[in-house]
């Protein structure tokens, strides 16, 4: 947790936003920054958590204008969102709560998860996943390579990692194959595809290609007629592009396209520009409190998806985040079984259809 906070805090996340997502109070946040030698930045008057480019101000789902820099934190004290006395903040129990029950009677499915290892040093096996999933309740996973150091020109090993781990616990794990527009991608998407992948994982960042480059533009078409979903990194390392993305949906309407994290790198122009593209779905692991609640109060339910980001992200602090704030924003609970999972699984139901 230590680790992440800090990390988070570096990449520009606020203490108010840190002590939400950790459970904990902002002397606390701010000792552990300290103790890890982080300088920190000086705290501006208003207590509200805030973004400086915000569009102007829209009509906030209750029936008020919110102002569209600033997350209305005071609901976070409403009877809803207060975790009962002596219920710890971090406990499935709490999480319960938040969800009106709806996770013990709805499953829940995470959209964004790797397994096998990273150039970064980062590791996660399947026996792992499955333990930290167990941890929260969570039915199953997307899972996916990493950057794998053994990826060679088509990630035709770390997709293999990937397809042992779903043939351990197939009722559990959905195997997504991972290429590169700039190798010779063709045959390993045919061969992932014929076994039974289902779906795919491009990196733009790490694979160094273009959004809409050529032979990205010629994945996702084989994607859209194959009706595989793709997630796409969308997070650090990336620039401004929401133009780019609404181009590739405007262009290939069946594509099912999944932004992973959400855009938040584009914040806040992406909830606007591509709030209007139907196949375009909102995934949320380590997306800033701030930017998670523009997903929420802006995009339809519908097309949100639970995500974490294991092993770089967890299942608590995902699951925790995304039902603090779909409280904060509004989110009326009927939709609570389709964020955390029904969504995702009415999506792979309908590329099996193919």
């Known amino acids: 947790m230590i680790s992440e906070l800090v990390a988070a805090y570096r990449s520009g996340e606020s203490t108010n936003s840190l002590c939400l997502r950790f459970g904990i109070s902002k002397g606390d946040v701010l000792k552990l920054l300290a103790d890890h030698g982080v300088t920190i930045r000086q705290q501006p008057m208003n207590k509200s958590v805030t973004r400086p480019d915000r569009a102007p101000p829209r009509r906030h789902g209750h029936n008020e204008v919110m102002p569209a820099n600033r997350i209305p934190y005071e609901r976070y004290f409403e009877v809803s969102a207060m975790p ?8 499935y129990d709490y999480l319960r709560r938040l969800t009106s ?10 959209t964004h998860a ?6 970064d040093g980062r590791e996660l096996d399947f026996i792992g996943l499955l333990r930290d999933l167990d941890d929260y309740r969570v039915n199953g996973a997307v899972i996916f390579p990493f950057n794998d150091p053994e990826q060679g020109t088509d990630f035709r090993v770390p997709n293999d990692r990937v397809w042992d781990a779903y043939r351990a616990a197939p009722e559990r794990l959905v195997p997504f194959m991972r290429l590169n527009p700039n190798g010779p991608w063709k045959d390993e998407y045919e061969r992932c595809r014929d076994r039974g992948h289902r779906g795919i994982k491009l990196h733009p960042r790490a694979q160094d290609f273009a959004l809409n480059a050529a032979a990205a533009m010629e994945i996702y078409a084989r994607a859209a007629t194959d009706r595989l979903p793709v997630l796409v990194h969308t997070g650090y390392g990336m620039g401004a592009v929401s133009d780019d993305l609404a181009g590739i949906a405007g262009a290939l309407p069946d594509l099912r396209l999944i932004l992973g994290h959400s855009t938040f790198i584009d914040m806040p ?14 995934e949320t692991s380590v997306v800033q409190a701030f930017d998670l609640f523009a997903v929420l109060d802006a995009i339809d339910p519908a097309r ?20 603090v704030m779909a409280n904060i924003a509004g ?10 999972g029904g969504n995702l699984l009415r999506l792979l139901d309908s590329e099996a259809d193919r």
């Open 84 to 91: 009962e006395p002596g219920v710890p903040m971090h406990s």
């Open 331 to 340: 989110v009326h609970p009927a939709h609570y079984a389709d964020l955390f």
């Open 304 to 323: 949100v998806l639970y995500g974490s980001d294991l092993p770089y992200g967890s299942s608590a602090h995902a699951l925790h985040e995304l039902a």
């Open 101 to 110: 029950d709806v996770l013990e009677t709805s499953p829940v499915w995470d």
């Open 269 to 282: 122009r992406a909830v606007a520009v591509l709030a209007p593209y139907p196949n375009v779905y909102f």
């Open 114 to 119: 790797h397994v096998g290892r990273d150039r």
